[in-house]
């Protein structure tokens, strides 16, 4: 698990960030100032990359959480099978297979033996595919 770990005030929207195990995408952070006896606290909102599930969590500014490390990679589309598709990475040259997200559904099937490949990522052992892109 390749992780580091910040303080929640210098966490932004539109980052990544840990929440409940999951690597989740920040959509919202809002900050109330300190009050006469207590700490500036936050909200944070997110939807999980891999499961979709939306998350919050409310802490002090100063908490220490963990912000995943992601790996961004491209690959080639050797084949479609059913809901599945086999990438080639272009560095390593390994073979898998991803489930083939809705969003790209038709263009990842008409895709096989063309120039276009998919760029994935890679966090906390999960896999996704994110975009399609030339090679």
């Known amino acids: 698990m390749s992780t580091k770990v910040v303080e929640l005030k210098t966490v932004k929207v539109g980052k990544y960030i840990v929440l409940d195990g ?8 809002t900050t109330s100032s300190p009050g006469k ?3 500036a606290k936050a909200r944070l909102e997110a939807v999980g990359i891999f499961d979709g599930q939306k998350r919050s ?4 500014v100063d908490t220490k959480v963990e912000v995943p490390i992601l790996d961004k990679r491209i690959g080639q589309i050797l084949a479609v ?4 598709v086999q990438i080639m990475d272009l560095e390593s040259f390994e073979t898998f297979e991803l489930p083939i997200p809705a969003e790209f559904d038709e263009e990842i099937r008409g895709a096989v033996g063309t ?3 998919v760029e ?16």
């Open 81 to 84: 099978m059913g809901d599945q």
């Open 57 to 60: 969590l409310v802490k002090p």
């Open 120 to 135: 994935y990522i890679i966090a906390l052992g999960n896999m996704k595919i994110m975009r399609t892109k030339k090679v």
């Open 37 to 39: 006896h207590g700490a």
């Open 115 to 117: 120039d276009l490949g």
């Open 22 to 29: 999951e690597a989740s995408k920040v959509t919202s952070l």
